[in-house]
């Protein structure tokens, strides 16, 4: 399952006149759906946390949120790594040196890890993700599908049968394009806070009862 976490700056502006407080009250909702995830056998994750584009936000936000990930990481590694939770990170580290090592240590300790895994774009952006990709295979006289595959960040990753975007806007913000082919893709009105249990059990019951046909008839 794969989600586009959006709504939490209106969300922030809505309820507390700030939207960094909307992307604090977002991170229950990322806790939330983690133990959902536990709790029904999904094996991968990947939450949308920051974008390529994302840089172009003001930087009182930009470090409000690298802030948050900073604290979070440091408060529950060790109970994620208990919980037998894999993180891996999606994009290039382009954050400050203690982040970036914090990052490097939570994939590294919690590699082993098969409950769930949680991939954690940041700094992501599938467009860079491919050019980054085809680079690598530039010297190949021939590319394969599986070639592609193998160079993107998410190789080993199998592609997401659900995507989910919160916040009431229908577009894919350059996350997973490539990944994304076959994927049901689900638009939620509500905004990433308010999004909950309910809202998901929704979402997987309507993906159950989707035929998915892959092209065949
Ligand atoms: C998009 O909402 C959300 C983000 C760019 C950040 C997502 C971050 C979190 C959910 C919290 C932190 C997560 C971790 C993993 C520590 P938006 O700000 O674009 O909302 P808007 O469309 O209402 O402006």
Redesign the pocket.
């Known amino acids: 399952m794969a989600i586009?976490?959006?709504?939490?700056?209106?969300?922030?502006?809505k309820h507390k006149n700030s939207?960094n407080l909307?992307?604090?009250e977002?991170?229950k909702?990322?806790e939330m759906v983690m133990k959902y995830c536990i709790k029904k056998h999904i094996k991968f994750l990947t939450?949308?946390?920051?974008?390529t584009e994302?840089w172009k936000?003001p930087l009182k936000?930009r470090n409000y949120?690298f802030n948050?990930?900073e604290i979070?990481?440091k408060e529950k590694l060790e109970k994620i790594n208990n919980e037998k939770i894999k993180i891996k990170i999606l994009g290039e580290k382009k954050f400050s040196k203690k982040l970036n090592k914090l990052l490097d240590f939570s994939e590294k300790m919690t590699t082993k890890n098969t409950k769930l895994q949680i991939n954690?774009a940041l700094n992501y952006g599938s467009k860079k993700e491919l050019v980054y990709a085809f680079n690598k295979l530039k010297k190949k006289s021939r590319i394969s599908e599986n070639d592609i595959d193998n160079c993107l960040y998410t190789k080993n990753i199998p592609d997401p049968e659900i995507l989910i975007r919160t916040?009431n806007?229908q577009r894919l913000s350059n996350f997973l394009l490539w990944q994304a082919a076959y994927t049901e893709i689900f638009f939620e009105k509500k905004?990433?806070p308010d999004f909950k249990n309910e809202d998901l059990n929704k979402i997987i019951n309507k993906f159950r009862n989707i035929k998915r046909n892959f092209g065949k008839v």
Request: no cysteine; proline share 0%; aromatic share 14%.
């Open positions: 586009i976490m959006d709504g939490n700056g209106r969300w922030g502006l939207r909307g992307h604090k977002g991170l909702t990322v939450l949308y946390a920051f974008s994302n936000r936000e949120l948050l990930l979070y990481l954690l916040g806007t905004l990433w």
